[in-house]
C-alpha cells in the first residue's frame, strides 16, 4: 500500500481549516494549522509532511515569513501559497527565488488544487 499525501493547510480563518479539511480528508493525510507559529509545530511533529498549503494574509507572521521559517528545518516540503488578494511582487520575488512552488488565487477549485499537488509530489519523486 502506498502512504497518503501528507499535507498542511495553515489558514487563520478556522472556517477555512474546516472547509479544506473536509474538502481533501479523503483524498491526503491533512494537517491544519490557525497560525505560522502552530504550523511549525506540526512540521516538528510531522516531518514527513509532503506539501504545505499556506494562506498569505495572516497575523503576526503572514505565508512567505512563515515559510521562510519552515523552509530552513524542512527543505524538502513542498509550499504553496494561496491568496485572495493576486500575485503580488512579495510572491512573485519568492516564487523566482524557490521558495513557494506555486501560488494559488482564492477561491481555489477543489479539484484544480488536488491534481496541483498531486503532481508537485509526483514530480518530486521522480
Known amino acids: 500500500m502506498i502512504d497518503p499525501i501528507k499535507v498542511l493547510y495553515v489558514d487563520d480563518e478556522v472556517i477555512n481549516l474546516r472547509v479544506f479539511e473536509l474538502a481533501f480528508k479523503e483524498k491526503f493525510e491533512v494537517y491544519t ?3 505560522g507559529a502552530l504550523a511549525l509545530e506540526v512540521l516538528n511533529e510531522h516531518p ?3 506539501v504545505v498549503v499556506s ?3 495572516m497575523p503576526r507572521m503572514n505565508g512567505i515569513e512563515f515559510i521562510t521559517q519552515a523552509k530552513t528545518t524542512h527543505p524538502d516540503t513542498i509550499y504553496f501559497i494561496l491568496t485572495g488578494f493576486g ?3 512579495v510572491i512573485k520575488e519568492a516564487m523566482a527565488n524557490g521558495l513557494i512552488k ?6 481555489y477549485l477543489k479539484r484544480n488544487l488536488e491534481l496541483t499537488i498531486r503532481a508537485s509530489v509526483e514530480e518530486l519523486n521522480t
Open 33 to 35: 494549522a490557525k497560525n
Open 48 to 50: 514527513k509532511i509532503h
Open 55 to 57: 494562506d498569505m494574509k
Open 87 to 89: 500575485k503580488n511582487e
Open 102 to 107: 506555486e501560488y494559488i488565487q482564492k477561491p
